[in-house]
């Protein structure tokens, strides 16, 4: 008995076995856009602290997008490229101002982190601030549908705002 039910299950086997794929199916998109920015106003050195993080694949497209150039993140020996264009990219779709003054902000660098891409970026030092006022706009060369959460937190307190493209304001009173 236990050869005849054995002897299908080789038959499909062999013939199934054959039409499996021998490459794995491609990596599908993620249905949704987001990114997130957290800014956090450090008293003890009077600066601001930022970390963007995005989906690393999205975000590989939008570098290509905007300067037309290779992009591999994961590449460590692109690793130089990688952060001119970034920095260049975060400048112009990240602006911070306290207070009503435009706030420079320094790139320190990226890391991957599962499939997602995190960005640090600090200011110089300022004065204790009250009003902080940000475009986000990261992104938004790539999806129309694009979602960016900001969080600030200034003194221990924290304000989140989601900002829904073509939107990219957020200002927070502390």
Do not use: W
Not at 27 to 56: A, G, M, Q, W
Not at 70 to 96: G, P, Q, S, V
């Amino acid at each position: 008995m236990g050869g005849f039910i054995f002897k299908p299950l080789l038959y499909c086997y062999i013939l199934l076995g054959q039409l499996a794929p021998v490459k794995p199916a491609a990596k599908l998109p993620h249905p949704i856009h987001v990114s997130t920015s957290n800014i956090e106003y450090n008293v003890k050195d009077n600066r601001f602290e930022v970390i963007c993080t995005v989906f690393t694949d999205d975000f590989e497209a939008a570098l290509v997008k905007q300067y037309h150039a290779k992009t591999d993140l994961n590449k460590t020996e692109m690793h130089a490229a990688m952060d001119a264009l970034i920095k260049e990219y975060i400048a112009a779709n990240l602006k911070l101002s306290a207070d009503n003054a435009p706030v420079k902000l320094n790139y320190l660098g990226f890391e991957i982190n599962r499939g997602s891409t995190d960005i640090y970026l600090e200011s110089d030092k300022l004065p204790p601030v009250k009003k902080v006022d940000v475009d986000a706009s990261l992104l938004y060369n790539l999806f129309d549908d694009q979602i960016n959460i900001v969080h600030i937190i200034v003194n221990g307190v924290r304000k989140s705002e989601k900002v829904n493209y073509p939107d990219k304001r957020v200002e927070q009173v502390f």
